[in-house]
């Protein structure tokens, strides 16, 4: 596991604001979690396991998490991971293209 505490809910605040901005609602089966630098760089969070349970619990179908934690992701039993739509993004431009699309 990364051993990462801290901002995790960045990328969910910018996709917010831009979803108020934009008057665009953001796809209801997201979850997403991750670090955001102010050049857009998404950086790795800590407790990928339970974020990922939590996202099931709550209906989510689809998950973005950071690049760096991708093995982290990889290493949860089948059974966590199964029926999830999962994204591994390096920049905030590639939440983006997730979280407004159409499906």
Do not use: W
Not at 43 to 48: E, S
């Amino acid at each position: 596991m990364t051993p990462k505490d801290g901002p995790s809910a960045g990328c969910t605040m910018i996709t917010s604001m831009l979803s108020l901005a934009m008057r665009k609602p953001v796809r209801k089966d997201l979850a997403m979690t991750g670090e955001v630098t102010l050049t857009g760089k998404i950086l790795p969070i800590g407790g990928v396991k339970e974020k990922t349970i939590a996202a099931r619990r709550s209906g989510v179908k689809t998950i973005i998490f950071p690049a760096a934690n991708r093995r982290d992701f990889d290493e949860l039993a089948s059974n966590v991971k199964e029926g999830l739509d999962v994204h591994f993004v390096d920049d905030y431009s590639q939440i983006y293209d997730v979280a407004f699309s159409e499906h």
